[in-house]
C-alpha cells in the first residue's frame, strides 16, 4: 500500500532575546607614571595604542556598538518572522496536498474491500461491474502515484528550504554572538575603569613625549608619535562631545586652545570657580614651572577641591579668547575631557545657552 510521505515540519519562530549591553562611563583612578622610552619602545606603545582604540572605541564608530548590536538583532528577528511567514505558508500548501491524498488513499483502500468480494464468472453485468471498478481504482491509484511522487518532490524543497533556513540562522547567530562577546569583553574592560587608566596613561605618555621634544630630544618617531596621540585625543575628545550631547542629563564639552595650539576638551561649568585641568595636560603645555600654591577652589557640581594654582598664558574657544586666565590643577573629569572651563574664563564673557540652535553655546565679549 502507498502510503503519503509527511515531511519534516520546522519549529516555531526562534527570537533570540539577547540583551544589548550598554558601556558605562567612570571616573578616572590614578595610575604609575610612565618611564622614559626610545624609539622602539614609542613605536610599540604607538601599536598598543592603536589595538586599545580600535578594540574598544572605535567598535561599529564607537559609542555606537550597543546600538549597531541592537541593529543587527533586530534584523535578525524580522528575518526570522519572515522565514517563518513563508516557510508556514509551503507548510500549509504540502499539508493540504496531503490530506487529500490520504483521502484519496482512502477511497482507493475502500474500493479494494469491494474488489475483494470477485463476482460469479457467469454473471456477465456482475463481472462488467467488478472490471469497471479494477479499472476506476487503478486509474485513481495512478493518479495517486504521480500525486505523491510530486508530494515528495515539493517535500523535498521544502525540506531543503528549512536546512537552508537553519544554516543561514546559523550564521546570523554566531555573528550576533561574535558582537555580544565583544560587548562583554567592552564592558568588562569599563566596568574596572580600564577606559580612564587608557585615557590617563595616554596623556602621560603625550606629556613625556613633549618633554622630550622641548628637551631636544625629539625624532621623527617622536613627531609622527605626537600627530598620532592628537589624533586619538581629538577622537576621544569629540566621543565625550558626542557622548554628552546625547544624554539627558549631559554636559557641554569645548575644544579649547590653549599654546602652541594644543587643545583641550573642558566642561563648561559655571559652577566652577576657576578652569581645572589635569597635571598630564599642563606637562604637555609646558606650565609645571608655573605651578603655584595648594589652593581651595569649587569644582563641578558645587564640591571643593584643592591644587597647585597655575596661570593659563591664553584660552580659546567658540572664537573668543582671553589671556591670564587663573586655572587649578586637578585630575580630569571623564574619558576624553581634559578638565573644567570655569568661571575664571566665563566671567570675561556673555554666555548665551540655547539647546535648541546651532551652535548652542554663544560667547561674546561683554559689552557687546
Do not use: C
Not at 123 to 132: C, R
Not at 246 to 272: N, R
Amino acid at each position: 500500500m502507498i502510503m503519503a510521505w509527511r515531511p519534516a515540519v520546522r519549529s516555531g519562530i526562534r527570537i533570540l532575546a539577547f540583551i544589548a549591553l550598554s558601556i558605562p562611563t567612570v571616573f578616572p583612578a590614578p595610575i604609575a607614571q610612565i618611564p622614559q622610552v626610545d624609539d622602539a619602545a614609542i613605536v610599540t606603545r604607538l601599536a598598543q595604542i592603536e589595538a586599545v582604540m580600535n578594540m574598544y572605541f572605535r567598535i561599529d564608530g564607537s559609542e555606537a556598538a550597543s546600538e549597531s548590536y541592537d541593529r543587527t538583532l533586530e534584523n535578525h528577528n524580522q528575518w526570522i518572522k519572515a522565514e517563518n511567514t513563508a516557510l508556514a505558508a509551503k507548510l500549509v500548501v504540502l499539508d493540504t496536498e496531503r490530506v487529500r491524498l490520504e483521502k484519496v488513499r482512502a477511497e482507493i483502500e475502500s474500493i479494494d474491500k469491494n474488489l475483494a468480494l470477485k463476482p460469479d464468472a457467469s454473471d456477465t453485468l456482475a463481472v462488467q461491474e467488478y472490471n469497471n471498478q479494477i479499472e476506476k481504482r487503478n486509474a485513481i491509484a495512478s493518479e495517486y502515484i504521480k500525486g505523491v511522487a510530486e508530494f515528495k518532490k515539493k517535500s523535498a524543497v521544502y525540506n531543503s528550504d528549512v536546512e537552508q533556513s537553519d544554516r543561514e540562522e546559523s550564521l546570523r547567530v554566531a555573528e550576533m554572538g561574535f558582537l555580544e562577546s565583544k560587548l562583554e569583553s567592552a564592558r568588562r574592560w569599563f566596568s574596572l575603569g580600564k577606559d580612564e587608566e587608557f585615557f590617563q596613561s595616554l596623556n602621560q605618555f603625550f606629556a613625556e613625549l613633549m618633554e622630550r621634544k622641548r628637551a631636544s630630544q625629539s625624532s621623527p618617531v617622536v613627531d609622527e608619535a605626537l600627530s598620532k596621540i592628537r589624533k586619538v585625543r581629538r577622537e576621544l575628545g569629540e566621543r565625550a562631545i558626542r557622548l554628552e550631547y546625547k544624554s539627558e542629563e549631559g554636559v557641554i564639552v569645548l575644544p579649547v586652545e590653549a599654546q602652541a595650539g594644543e587643545i583641550l576638551y573642558l566642561v563648561l561649568d559655571t559652577g566652577a570657580t576657576r578652569v581645572s585641568v589635569s597635571m598630564e595636560m599642563i606637562r604637555v603645555l609646558g606650565l609645571e614651572k608655573g605651578l603655584g600654591d595648594t589652593v581651595e577652589t569649587i569644582l563641578a557640581a558645587g564640591v571643593r577641591g584643592r591644587g597647585r594654582a597655575i596661570q593659563f598664558p591664553w584660552l580659546s574657544t567658540l572664537g573668543v579668547k582671553a589671556e591670564k586666565i587663573e586655572g587649578i590643577v586637578h585630575a580630569q573629569v571623564l574619558v576624553g575631557i581634559d578638565g573644567l572651563l570655569g568661571r575664571s574664563f566665563l566671567k570675561r564673557f556673555a554666555l548665551d545657552i540655547d539647546d535648541t540652535r546651532t551652535p548652542r553655546v554663544v560667547l561674546r565679549p561683554r559689552g557687546k
